[in-house]
């Protein structure tokens, strides 16, 4: 199967995407439990977090990917308010302070990588 992505609309790519990564998260290898190293990023992403029965939906928006969504359950809510607490106490980067999270596929923060 080909695609000349440069055909496609907006709304196509996106359904393409979603379809994908779909497709990904049934394929051997699993993606890593361990984040990349080096890493790309985008710089101060719009987010949204509200509450719902599970934990904390947290909804970061990326602007290749769309709207990414995660729900945090309470434990791990915790933890993610202590690390982000911590980093805004330290405020400087070249501590490289890092507190991972028991949260299953994305679970840990790694210094160094690119921002876009």
Known sequence: MRFNLM??????????????AKRRAELEPKVSTQPPDPWTAQVNPAWSVSLVEQGSLLRIRHTGLGWI???IPAQE?????????Q???LA??????????SGGEGDA???????H
């Open 7 to 20: 055909e496609l609309s907006a709304g196509e790519l996106d359904e393409l995407i979603v379809e994908a």
């Open 69 to 71: 969504c995660f729900v």
């Open 77 to 85: 809510r915790a933890v993610l308010l202590t690390a982000l607490l």
């Open 87 to 89: 980093h805004a106490l």
């Open 92 to 101: 400087r980067a070249d501590l490289k302070v890092t507190i991972k999270g």
């Open 109 to 115: 923060a790694v210094p160094g990588g690119s921002v």
